[in-house]
């Protein structure tokens, strides 16, 4: 074949060549553009972003609230014989007062005695707390030891009988709107529950009283009780929502899930649990 031939056919295989090229690389980008509509749409999926996303957000509740929620005094008794009894008396997050009894023969099913050092010896019913208090007691203790405080427990579970006879005892002793404040009547007490336990200190005698409240000893136990799932169970200034009087000493188990929101929140149980102080 002659040059300029030559040259012609060169020039031509080369016009081909290119054409073939362009039309890979566009075909490539429509792959490219395709695959980048797929990726977009799995990253977009509904519930991930957007308004879907938003609705999905709005679906996960808080697990805090969720649990106020389905723990709620409301939801939480019925009327038996023309009183309150309470529904879930085996919830660390029952609420037992003066109008919210327990179970008639209610007895906590897992009662052993916390390894703390306590104002008395030998054994005896109220050296005991539900297990899983009993070893938040324990934590407690140790983390007021460790800075250089000495607790002692003084009086755990209290079963419905002896409950009557610390009653009555104060009856007697205060007459019966006195003991009213400071004791409870049978069936309604939160030592029934196994979730409490009063507590003092060396410091102050190992008294149960007020004076507790302002010790370095009942200031901690104020201050951190939270941690380790307890709150005071009286606040000082709340008897008209409790229904006795302020109790330093008078700690209650609730769960290290919810004693820190409760004790934020400045409120007593009874102010917690309501329905009404919940936005839903």
Not at 39 to 65: F, I, N, T
Not at 102 to 110: F, I, K, N, R, S
Not at 162 to 176: L, N
């Amino acid at each position: 074949m002659t040059g300029p031939s030559r040259a012609g056919s060169r020039g031509a295989c080369l016009l081909a060549a290119l054409i073939l090229s362009a039309s890979a690389v566009l075909s490539g980008c429509e792959r490219s553009e395709g695959a980048g509509r797929e990726s977009g749409q799995a990253l977009h999926a509904p519930g991930d972003s957007g308004a879907g996303g938003q609705a999905g957000l709005e679906r996960v509740a808080d697990p805090v609230l969720a649990k106020r929620s389905e723990n709620s005094l409301q939801a939480t008794a019925r009327t038996m014989n023309g009183k309150q009894v309470v529904t879930n008396p085996d919830a660390v997050t029952v609420v037992v007062n003066k109008q919210r009894s327990l179970p008639e023969g209610y007895a906590p099913p897992d009662l052993v005695e916390p390894d703390v050092p306590f104002t008395f010896d030998g054994h005896h019913e109220k050296r005991q707390l539900r297990k899983e208090a009993a070893a938040a007691l324990e934590r407690l203790f140790a983390g007021a030891s460790q800075a250089g405080l000495e607790l002692r427990a003084v009086s755990g579970y209290r079963s419905y009988e002896r409950q009557q006879a610390v009653y009555g005892q104060h009856v007697r002793t205060k007459g019966a709107e006195e003991a009213a404040r400071v004791s409870a009547v049978p069936g309604t007490s939160e030592h029934q529950t196994g979730l409490t336990m009063d507590v003092s200190s060396p410091s102050v005698g190992n008294v149960l009283g007020a004076v507790f409240g302002s010790s370095e000893e009942g200031r901690w136990l104020a201050a951190h009780a939270a941690e380790y799932g307890f709150i005071v169970r009286y606040p000082n200034g709340m008897e008209s929502v409790t229904g006795y009087v302020y109790e330093p000493w008078h700690i209650r188990y609730i769960g290290t899930d919810l004693a820190p929101d409760i004790a934020r929140s400045g409120l007593a149980l009874e102010d917690y649990f309501d329905e009404a102080n919940m936005k839903l």
